[in-house]
Structures are given as structure tokens and as C-alpha cells.
Nanobody
Framework: QKQLVESGGGLAQAGGSLRLSCEAS????????IGWFRQAPGKEREGVGC????????DYADSVKGRFTIARDNAKNTVFLQMNSLKPEDTAVYYC????????????????????WGQGTQVTVSV
């Protein structure tokens, strides 16, 4: 009965912002680290960032560092990805995923380290 649902994707112009949400059901979210991933057409799925169960440790991919921010509201069982200064190369399907651990193993952790995945939400950034 475990489920993650992403929302907030859509179309933005370069330089604009979007906020993605990842809401959990059937999961005590504050027990687990949550990762954000993205996959562009023809590309491998790549890690965007990860936040530990309490939010005490957050890691970001170099490509988004300084532009994206991960936060969590455990009382609402939700994790957020705030995306600012968007670039066309940010265009991808974005996924959230639950780690088996409370801690983050790093942004480049393999996808098999995560055992529950959302269905993804499309982000498109135009020039």
C-alpha cells in the first residue's frame, strides 16, 4: 500500500521557476531519505538530489546546485523540489523515490537503491 505521487510539473520559460511535490501514502516518510531523479529522452535516469529523513543532510547534482532546493514537510508527508533559474537542459521527466535508508548515499546512487517510485511528472523548459 506504499505510493508516491509527484505533482507540479509543467511548462516554464528559461529563467523561470517550478515547484514539484512528492506526497507519500502508506509510508512513514520521516523514516526515509528521499531522492529526486530525472530522465530526458534518450538519456539515462540521473540523480538530481537527495534529502535525509530529517532534512539534516541534502545533496545536489553539480548541474543543479545553486538553482534547485529540496525540502520536506514530514507532518504533511511531502517532499518538495523547488527549481529556480530553469534551463532548457532541465527538460525531463522528474521522479521522486524512497530510499531503503534514512540517509543519502550520494546523488549518483543507483536507482536500485530506491524501493518505491512515483510515476513522474513532466518538466519542459522553453527558450
Amino acid at each position: 500500500q506504499k505510493q508516491l505521487v509527484e505533482s507540479g510539473g509543467g511548462l516554464a520559460q528559461a529563467g523561470g521557476s517550478l515547484r514539484l511535490s512528492c506526497e507519500a501514502s502508506g509510508i512513514t516518510l520521516d523514516h526515509y531519505a528521499i531522492g529526486w531523479f530525472r530522465q530526458a529522452p534518450g538519456k539515462e535516469r540521473e540523480g538530481v538530489g537527495c534529502i535525509s529523513n530529517s532534512g539534516g543532510r541534502i545533496d545536489y547534482a553539480d548541474s543543479v546546485k545553486g538553482r534547485f532546493t529540496i525540502a520536506r514537510d514530514n507532518a504533511k508527508n511531502t517532499v518538495f523540489l523547488q527549481m529556480n533559474s530553469l534551463k532548457p537542459e532541465d527538460t525531463a521527466v522528474y521522479y521522486c523515490a524512497k530510499s531503503s535508508n534514512w540517509y543519502c548515499s550520494g546523488v549518483a546512487a543507483p536507482v536500485q537503491s530506491y524501493d518505491v517510485w512515483g510515476q513522474g511528472t513532466q518538466v519542459t523548459v522553453s527558450v
